[in-house]
């Protein structure tokens, strides 16, 4: 579009054209107007067929990608046509390189289209790049760079042990972000409140989430994990999985041999051992006495071959750890060989006396029932013999 100016002088040129800038123009636009209708009104101004115009269209990018700057012309006759960047320094200047910045490339310079190319982009690249169209006028537009940072798999710091009976404290963190990442515990497929802290770091964003939770022995080994979102990373997300490592004091089981022992026979004894850590040292001792000298003992195990009374007493297994100690105790009594023992003869005649006791409910159970029966039988046939007798 071009204005008409009436000059003081009547002459031949009694009318000049003069193009009106349209970089004024839009600035003249309220700031709420989006980049289209900015475009639209250029593109209202120039429908002279030989008003040119300039427009850009912003770009995003992951960090670490490539950023094509489009520059789109519209009636451009070979005009100079100019790139800048933020800082508004020139990267190319009619498809000529003015900037030694080998990440910058010219790719395509047509009447229509002008396209260079930014690889290995940076947070620091982000801005608006010029696109300046020279003419009578200077027409510009400005590409916005804008750069996505997506989130690293997530690290988790614990505060303190977690011991049994306490409480455990877990941070997640996100050192590097942008925008913010957004972090999430779950555990068990349900989510888990954090507090959550946000730093601004200039360009990039870190991001931590801290939950406390009560710890008790059966939640050593349980399964968490800490969930990081991101624009960058669409419907995907950054998991680190975490394990409680719950500290507790020791439990020590003796596990006994079966049947009578004799005179002559082995004895082996195992020492079953829990705990947080687990106890290395498991200690053998006789109550009241030493140790026999045929006594082996290998870690948790503990023999001793061919019994004697002798022998007979308490042996005491215990065990411990940084968060406590544990005993359990065996009595050996040895027998002699020819010897009658009926200690263990009431467990067979338990198991008879209770299959006894069923067979003889289940027989009572059977002659309610047929009394019953039989009674009812008796009551029906006795109603029905007047009416016989009445016919």
């Not at 360009?203 to 994990?225: Q, W």
Request: proline share 6%.
């Amino acid at each position: 579009m071009h204005i008409h100016t009436r000059t003081h002088t009547h002459t031949a040129s009694q009318y000049t054209m003069r193009p009106v800038r349209s970089s004024v123009l839009c600035r003249l636009l309220p700031a709420p107007f989006s980049l289209a209708l900015r475009s639209l009104v250029l593109v209202l101004l120039c429908i002279s067929p030989h008003c040119q115009a300039v427009q850009a269209e912003n770009v995003t990018v992951l960090e670490g990608g490539t950023a094509q700057i489009s520059c789109r012309l519209q009636n451009y006759d070979g005009s100079i046509v100019v790139i800048q960047n933020p800082r508004r320094q020139t990267l190319f200047f009619n498809g000529t390189r003015a900037l030694k910045d080998d990440r910058f490339q010219m790719v395509l310079f047509t009447p229509r289209l002008v396209r260079i190319t930014l690889t290995n982009v940076s947070v620091w690249d982000e801005g608006g790049y010029f696109c300046q169209l020279y003419t009578d006028a200077t027409h510009h537009q400005v590409a916005t760079l804008s750069v996505l940072v997506p989130p690293e798999t997530p690290t988790v710091e614990v505060k303190q042990e977690a011991v049994e009976g306490g409480e455990v404290e877990l941070t997640c963190m996100s050192p590097r972000s942008k925008p913010a990442a957004t972090l999430r515990w779950i555990r068990n497929g349900r989510e888990i409140p954090g507090v959550v802290s946000q730093q601004d770091n200039g360009k990039t964003f870190s991001v931590s989430s801290t939950i406390r939770i009560p710890v008790e022995r059966k939640d050593n080994g349980a399964a968490l994990s800490c969930e990081a979102f991101h624009p960058a990373l669409g419907s995907q997300k950054r998991i680190r999985h975490y394990r409680l490592d719950v500290y507790f004091a020791p439990t020590v089981r003796i596990v006994p041999p079966s049947g009578i022992l004799r005179e002559g026979d082995s004895l082996s004894l195992t020492c079953s051992v829990t705990g947080n850590p687990l106890p290395r040292n498991i200690q053998w001792s006789k109550i009241n006495d030493t140790l026999p000298e045929r006594a082996e003992i290998s870690g948790p195990t503990f023999q001793i071959s061919r019994l004697s009374q002798s022998h007979n007493g308490t042996y005491l297994c215990q065990a411990q750890n940084n968060y406590g100690r544990a005993a359990d105790h065996y009595t050996l009594l040895v027998y002699d060989p020819g010897a009658v023992v009926e200690t263990h003869s009431a467990v067979p005649y338990a198991v008879i006396g209770g299959v006894l006791a069923l067979l003889v409910f289940t027989v009572i159970c059977v002659l309610i029932v047929t009394i019953w029966c039989s009674v009812r039988q008796k009551g029906s046939y006795r109603t029905r013999e007047p009416i016989l007798a009445w016919y």
